[in-house]
Structures are given as C-alpha cells and as structure tokens.
C-alpha cells in the first residue's frame, strides 16, 4: 500500500497488469500509472492471479526486466475469485477515490469487472485496448456490453474502437487519445539471435504472430523486393511456427528472413529495433498497435496498412509509409518506397516532432478533461 498521500491531489484507483506480468498492456499500465502519480494520489491495484493456468498455461511473469515496475503496488486481485473481487471493491471504498480507472482489453475479464464495477462508490473509466477482441468467439459481444454498461467514461485509441463502443454504449461519454509511446526499452547486448549488425537493409515484424496480423502476406511480399533486404520475424508462433518455415522454403527465401520464436524478455526487445530500418504492420484487421509506438520510442519509421486506427497513428511520407491491407504487391511496393524515401527524409524527425501526441502527458490531460477531474 501507498504509505503517503497529498491530501491536495484527488485520489485515483488504476486496476491492471503490471511488471512482473508480461506484455505491451503490463508496459502501458506501468507508464499510464507513473504519468498519472505526477498529477494525482494513485493506489496501483494489480493480480495476484490474472489468468488461470488452465487457460493461460504459458509464464505469465517476467522478472528479467524492471524497467517498467511501479513502486507500491498492491497485488490484491483474483480475477476468478467471487471472494477477492468484492474484497477489492471493499478496499477501493475504503481508499475513496474519485475515479476508478480499468484496464480493459478481452470478455475474460466480464465477469470480474461486472462484479467489482456494480459494487464501486467511484465513477469508473474503462481505458479499452480493444473493444472486442481480435479473434472474436460466441457471446463476447453479450459480455463486453455487460461490462462497459457500467462504466461512465471510456478512453478508445482510434476513432474505430470509438464506433464499435457506441455500438454497445450508445450514449458513452469518451475520448479518442493515441496510444501512448514506449520509451522504456534499453538495449541489452546479449546473443539473441537478431540479424547481423553488418546485414544492409533490415526490416522487422515483431510480437505475437496471429492470422490477422497478415505475416504470410509479408513473407509472400519478400518476393519481390530486392534481396538486399532482409527480413527479421520475432515473436511468438503459439505453435505455428512450422507453416511459417514452410512458406518460406517453397518461395526460397530461406536466406533473406530470420526466425526468432518464443516471448522476448524486455531487456531484449531493444536489440531487434535498433537494428532495423523499419518497422512492418501488414495487418488485415487493427484496433491500435503498441508495436507501432514501441517503433517510435526508438524513433523508427512503420510500414503499415490501412487498417483499423494505423492511419491515425503513421503519417504517410514522414513517420512511415502505408498502404492498403491484403495485397503483397502493394506491401511490397510500400517497403520499396519505404526505401526510396530514406534517401531523403528524415524520419526519425518526423517522428520527433510527432511526438507530443503521443505523449504519457498528453493521455493524463484527455483523462482530466474527460472526467473533469484536473
């Protein structure tokens, strides 16, 4: 627990992961958390179990990295326990603050925040990575509706999330605000297995490789560029892995693109972006991407699709390139663009002067106003 507070600063509860959990949400939380702190009295509530192992058999923790570890935070919450949960609810009465605010990204969590969020004095904001999930399932519309019924503000990322939210909540009161940036990660010097720092011309897809994140298309565009390029894949496969080499075999591109498979560890994540020249997004379907703004933590330029709310995040010429999704051509002719620009733009100031809006900073001012609490 905190052991002092400003009793001239309104009091804040922020629920959600944070270091040792892994992941772009555990990194986003920790940084919205410190931002917050140099405005508010903030109590940092996390899990002492976010997912079961039946259902989430993989680590969830990862202590190699405490770059993003947020001091005093209280891991309280049982995510399946009807017992933690209103024990929650009882502490966050007793702290009293004027908002709650949640993390919310997957209808795993419906039940829990449906039960802590109807037994809260506080008003309550839903900070929502994703409205709906990527990889949609039966009822997860019934429960996200559920869930977000009762919250009284909402922070979306892209003006997307932003429709599909008045789908559910017609009458929410929210504000689209960018994804922030990361620029937290460190590079490490370790043998990780990135592309040789001699390789001329490095492209990197990074993350959890799913279908709609369009990879094959990616792999398929590797065609026809010019073999001067070479592409690094690092992430996690989730056990596709051999359809991926496979694919890469047939178009005989073995020699052009590196595998890396399996979670990186935070102290690593640094390594792979310094050593590329661009970041590639070749989704079919996007919300928002934390990639995206890992990228321009390290000032690099994305090359990514018109989907969902990237267009909003990448200007075209001058913080990257985009181009329509679904069609390795034109992916292909975006990364030889990409490359024709380089020569004379200067993206890394592009990207420089963008930075503002997507500042920690700026995420707090859009909480303030929306809520009316600065």
Same mark, same amino acid.
């Given at each position: 627990?905190?052991?002092?507070?400003?009793?001239?600063?309104?009091?804040?509860?922020?629920?959600?992961?944070?270091?040792?959990?892994?992941?772009?949400?555990?990194?986003?939380?920790?940084?919205?958390? /410190?931002?917050?702190?140099?405005?508010?009295?903030?109590?940092?509530?996390?899990?002492?179990?976010?997912?079961?192992?039946?259902?989430?058999?993989?680590?969830?923790?990862?202590?190699?990295?405490?770059?993003?570890?947020?001091?005093?935070?209280?891991?309280?919450?049982?995510?399946?326990?009807?017992?933690?949960?209103?024990?929650?609810? /009882?502490?966050?009465?007793?702290?009293?603050?004027?908002?709650?605010?949640?993390?919310?990204?997957?209808?795993?969590?419906?039940?829990?925040?449906?039960?802590?969020?109807?037994?809260?004095?506080?008003?309550?904001?839903?900070?929502?990575?994703?409205?709906?999930?990527?990889?949609?399932?039966?009822?997860?519309?019934?429960?996200?509706?559920?869930?977000?019924?009762?919250?009284?503000?909402?922070?979306?990322?892209?003006?997307?999330?932003?429709?599909?939210?008045?789908?559910?909540?017609?009458?929410?009161?929210?504000?689209?605000? *960018? @994804?922030?940036?990361?620029?937290?990660?460190?590079?490490?010097?370790?043998?990780?297995?990135?592309?040789?720092?001699?390789?001329?011309?490095?492209?990197?897809?990074?993350?959890?490789?799913?279908?709609?994140?369009?990879?094959?298309?990616?792999?398929?565009? *590797?065609?026809?560029?010019?073999?001067?390029? @070479?592409?690094?894949?690092?992430?996690?496969?989730?056990?596709?892995?051999?359809?991926?080499?496979? *694919?890469?075999?047939?178009?005989?591109?073995?020699?052009?693109?590196?595998?890396?498979?399996?979670?990186?560890?935070?102290?690593?994540?640094?390594?792979?972006?310094?050593?590329?020249?661009?970041?590639?997004?070749?989704?079919?379907?996007?919300?928002?991407?934390?990639?995206?703004?890992?990228?321009?933590?390290?000032?690099?330029?994305?090359?990514?699709?018109?989907?969902?709310?990237?267009?909003?995040?990448?200007?075209?010429?001058?913080?990257?390139?985009?181009?329509?999704?679904?069609?390795?051509?034109?992916?292909?002719?975006?990364?030889?663009?990409?490359?024709?620009?380089?020569?004379?733009?200067?993206?890394?100031?592009?990207?420089?002067?963008?930075?503002?809006?997507?500042?920690?900073?700026? *995420?707090?001012?859009?909480?303030?106003?929306?809520?009316?609490?600065?």
């Amino acid at each position: 627990m905190r052991e002092t507070a400003d009793e001239n600063r309104m009091k804040i509860v922020l629920i959600g992961p944070v270091y040792p959990f892994k992941g772009g949400i555990s990194h986003y939380t920790g940084l919205l958390c /410190r931002a917050l702190r140099e405005r508010y009295d903030v109590t940092m509530l996390s899990y002492s179990m976010q997912y079961p192992k039946l259902l989430f058999r993989k680590e969830q923790r990862d202590f190699s990295n405490d770059s993003f570890k947020v001091d005093e935070t209280d891991f309280i919450l049982n995510t399946a326990s009807i017992k933690s949960i209103k024990n929650t609810a /009882r502490h966050i009465n007793e702290i009293d603050p004027g908002l709650t605010v949640i993390q919310w990204w997957h209808p795993y969590f419906a039940p829990c925040y449906q039960m802590l969020a109807k037994r809260l004095k506080s008003k309550v904001l839903f900070i929502c990575h994703n409205v709906f999930p990527h990889e949609r399932f039966p009822f997860d519309r019934y429960l996200t509706k559920k869930t977000l019924k009762r919250g009284d503000f909402f922070i979306l990322h892209s003006t997307k999330e932003a429709d599909e939210l008045k789908t559910i909540v017609p009458d929410a009161r929210y504000r689209v605000n *960018m @994804h922030p940036t990361y620029s937290e990660f460190k590079r490490v010097e370790t043998d990780s297995g990135a592309v040789p720092v001699d390789q001329a011309s490095v492209i990197l897809f990074f993350g959890f490789v799913r279908p709609y994140k369009g990879l094959k298309l990616l792999i398929q565009a *590797m065609s026809s560029i010019p073999e001067i390029v @070479h592409l690094n894949i690092v992430g996690d496969f989730g056990g596709a892995k051999a359809e991926y080499e496979h *694919m890469i075999s047939e178009l005989h591109l073995t020699d052009r693109i590196s595998i890396k498979d399996g979670y990186i560890p935070d102290r690593e994540v640094g390594e792979f972006f310094e050593r590329c020249d661009a970041v590639v997004l070749p989704y079919l379907d996007a919300t928002q991407s934390g990639i995206a703004q890992i990228a321009f933590g390290f000032e690099k330029p994305v090359i990514a699709t018109t989907v969902g709310g990237l267009p909003e995040v990448v200007t075209d010429g001058e913080t990257g390139v985009l181009c329509e999704p679904g069609d390795p051509e034109e992916l292909s002719k975006a990364i030889q663009r990409f490359y024709e620009l380089k020569k004379t733009v200067d993206f890394a100031e592009y990207i420089r002067q963008d930075a503002p809006r997507f500042s920690w900073e700026h *995420m707090v001012d859009t909480i303030s106003e929306l809520t009316g609490t600065g």
